[in-house]
């Protein structure tokens, strides 16, 4: 059993109050001590023991409360730092002052292909196999300049955030490997939040230019508006666009990816929780992004993923404009406009029982389409250029151009992971090409749209061939479990797992 042990802070107090617990010769395994609490753990307390240790905790002077909780605030903090730390798609370490790691996500583990115990204690100039790593990071204060590393024969950019002692001393480093097929992505993600608006929506198709004008109409009606398309068709930038386009632009806007979090942390991402909501909340309670946003506004992607608990939730807000934190019993009103988007057809998972039906009505009283990229051929080569020229600065080489054929093929190719996709595929030739110009065998078209193994050829590499096989089975699977929660739970695997995949593969 855990107990929370709330008190008056006075001085002395803890000290008796562990007094009194170990008179009573309980094993106990974990103390922690945050005045004016004392959280205790201790297996083999039962009802009866904690109605004596009431009984007599209760005769110390200035105690407030014994009460039962679920976890310690240290254990609660650690499981939602794995949460967080496994959400990440790269592999993302911690290391000490002397280049040891500390800490490893999973996907560090298996990019390392270590056993995590053996990750742990791992020198850095060891794992990367570069003897003046560490010495390059001390000399810099932990704080490396982007950079091309290699781990287990494949490459990745290295970031490095320096980590600081309470007195202010350097004390080890966080370091993120970028896949450079990912790097594109993050980056322009990051741009995306630059106070623009439908100008960085490049494409002059018909298709993208009609859009642009409706959206810019629509920017300005301050209604809930739903973005429905296909994965990686740019549904987040118009997202941004329209913000940026809006009488709400001067205020905060806030995107949450609704399948990349567990319903208990989204729920509190969005809403926020009130003080004491669980223990390990911060004292004061946190806003959640609907309060953060006040004025502005909150993107919902990959709306269709959310539980139906915090669908109701966000129907009410959508309702009256009014919700509570986590834990809260205050009702507390945000002027917030919702822009939703999903890749998933809502009308039929409202078919389905899958969606609440009123909760779409409320998303969707305006509506657009991202067509995808196939359906804009127009758009390609612009956005190629685009996505080549960004390439270029972020990895600090000269201009590169596409060759002829090149271009061709880019034209030809299905893109059905659109124009992340595309994004990805130039800036891997980027960085793997050593020429000025990309050839068209360097985009590596055929691998990026996929069948290579359905045509028998032979696969190039055990990543490659995994990655097919998780592919396909996804693909067929998702016709019977068509949600990420769903696959998850028949996959005995993690929802936010599933949600990382589906989108790789386009699926859905
Ligand atoms: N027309 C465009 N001009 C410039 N960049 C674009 C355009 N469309 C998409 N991108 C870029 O492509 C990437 C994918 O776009 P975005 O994240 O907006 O797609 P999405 O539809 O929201 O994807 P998902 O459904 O997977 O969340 C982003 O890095 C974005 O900046």
Not at 170 to 181: D, E, N, Q
Not at 203 to 215: D, F, M, N, T, V
Not at 375 to 387: M, N, T, V
Not at 471 to 494: E, I, N
């Amino acid at each position: 059993m855990r107990i929370d042990v709330l008190f008056a802070d006075r001085v002395g107090i803890a000290q008796e109050v562990l007094a009194a617990v170990a008179r009573r010769s309980l094993n106990v395994t974990a103390v922690e001590v945050d005045p004016p609490h004392i959280y205790i753990e201790a297996p083999a307390l039962d009802q009866a023991g904690l109605r004596d240790l009431r009984a007599q905790l209760g005769r110390i002077a200035g105690m407030r409360s014994v009460e039962v909780v679920d976890f310690l605030p240290g254990a609660r903090r650690r499981l939602y730092l794995e949460a967080l730390m496994a959400s990440q798609p790269d592999p993302v370490l911690a290391v000490d002052a002397g280049g040891v790691v500390v800490v490893a996500n999973s996907a560090a583990v298996s990019a390392s292909g270590m056993a995590e115990e053996n990750l742990r204690g791992t020198s850095v100039q060891a794992l990367f196999g570069d003897p003046g790593l560490l010495a390059a990071l001390v000399d810099c204060g932990f704080q490396l300049p982007v950079r091309e590393i290699e781990l287990e024969g494949e490459p990745y950019m290295l970031e490095t955030v320096p980590l600081h002692d309470p007195d202010g001393r350097v004390a080890g480093a966080f370091l993120t490997l970028h896949a450079p097929s990912r790097m594109g992505e993050r980056l322009s993600a990051l741009r995306n939040y630059e106070p623009g608006s439908f100008e960085t929506i490049v494409g002059h198709s018909a298709e993208i230019e009609q859009l642009k004008q409706r959206a810019a109409r629509m920017a300005l009606v301050d209604a809930p508006l739903l973005i429905t398309g296909e994965t990686g068709t740019g549904k987040e930038l118009l997202a941004h666009a329209c913000h940026a386009g809006s009488r709400r632009a001067a205020e905060p806007f806030f995107a949450l990816n609704c399948a990349a979090l567990p319903e208990n942390l989204a729920e509190s991402e969005l809403f926020g929780y009130s003080p004491g909501a669980f223990t390990g909340a911060l004292r004061g309670g946190k806003p959640g992004l609907l309060e953060l946003a006040e004025g502005g506004t909150v993107f919902l992607d990959e709306v269709g993923e959310l539980s139906p608990y915090l669908q109701a939730k966000l129907l009410r807000f959508l309702n009256d404009g009014s919700f509570r934190r986590v834990g809260g019993d205050r009702e507390l009103k945000a002027n917030v406009r919702i822009v939703s988007a999903t890749h998933r057809d809502l009308e039929a998972m409202v078919a389905a029982g899958d969606f609440r039906q009123d909760l779409l009505f409320r998303l969707n009283v305006l509506q657009l389409h991202m067509p995808p990229l196939r359906e804009r051929p127009g758009d390609i080569l612009p956005l190629a250029e685009l996505f080549l020229e960004r390439a270029c600065a972020q990895t600090a080489r000269g201009p590169m151009r596409l060759s002829a054929a090149a271009r061709a093929a880019l034209l030809d190719n299905p893109w059905v992971g659109n124009v992340r996709e595309l994004q990805n595929v130039i800036f891997r030739a980027v960085t793997m090409s050593e020429r000025k110009v990309i050839n068209a065998g360097e985009l590596e078209l055929a691998r990026a749209a996929g069948p290579a193994a359905q045509d028998g050829r032979e696969v190039a590499s055990l990543d490659e061939a995994v990655a097919e096989f998780e592919k396909s089975l996804l693909q067929r699977l998702y016709k019977d479990f068509p949600s990420s929660r769903r696959l998850a739970r028949r996959l005995g695997t993690s929802h936010s797992a599933i949600a990382t995949r589906l989108r790789r593969y386009g699926i859905g």
